[in-house]
């Protein structure tokens, strides 16, 4: 036996280099981990692409098929977001990310019944223990809190003028 050791390789030298990968299967490959919208997926996609032909006839490609659907990314981004941020906050998002106007304009219709209930559960998660503002500052505090989420201004109102029962 030999006193010597065979270094063992380290993590960068096992990873197999991605290089090699044809654009649809890194396009794939994204939309397999999350629903991803088509104008982020042709961001991530471009710098690996050969030309922005070849990309947008991916992108149409993927769509047809059933990989890639906005439709899916925005009922998806709404399910996550919605039970901590406002309409406001969630059609920004969306709009960053290039869903287009009617979807955003049906997701705030969908959205809209449950903007209060929704407020009064984010505001009953960080304010519970310290309960209804007793005070100008406090009003304004609890309400820059939820104006940063996206509520609307009448909802922050409204949740502030009688907050919910304190479960405690």
Request: hydrophobic letters at 35%; aromatic letters at 6%; proline letters at 5%.
């Amino acid at each position: 036996m030999s006193d010597e050791f065979e270094p063992v390789p380290t993590a960068p030298d096992r990873v197999k280099p991605r290089s090699g990968l044809s654009l649809r299967a890194r396009a794939v490959g994204l939309l397999s981990r999350r629903e991803h919208s088509r104008v982020e997926l042709s961001r991530k996609l471009s710098a690996h692409a050969q030309s922005p032909e070849e990309l947008s006839a991916l992108l149409d490609s993927l769509a047809k098929e059933g990989w890639q659907s906005d439709q899916r990314f925005v009922q998806g981004f709404v399910h996550r977001k919605a039970g901590q941020q406002g309409l406001a906050k969630i059609a920004q998002e969306l709009t960053q990310q290039g869903i287009e106007a009617g979807q955003v304009a049906q997701m705030r219709l969908e959205l809209k019944d449950s903007e209060l209930e929704r407020a009064q559960s984010v505001w009953q998660k960080k304010f519970s223990m310290s309960g209804a503002p007793q005070n100008t500052t406090e009003y304004a505090r609890q309400g820059r809190f939820l104006a940063a989420r996206g509520f609307s201004h009448e909802v922050i109102h409204r949740v502030l003028k009688d907050p919910p029962e304190c479960e405690g």
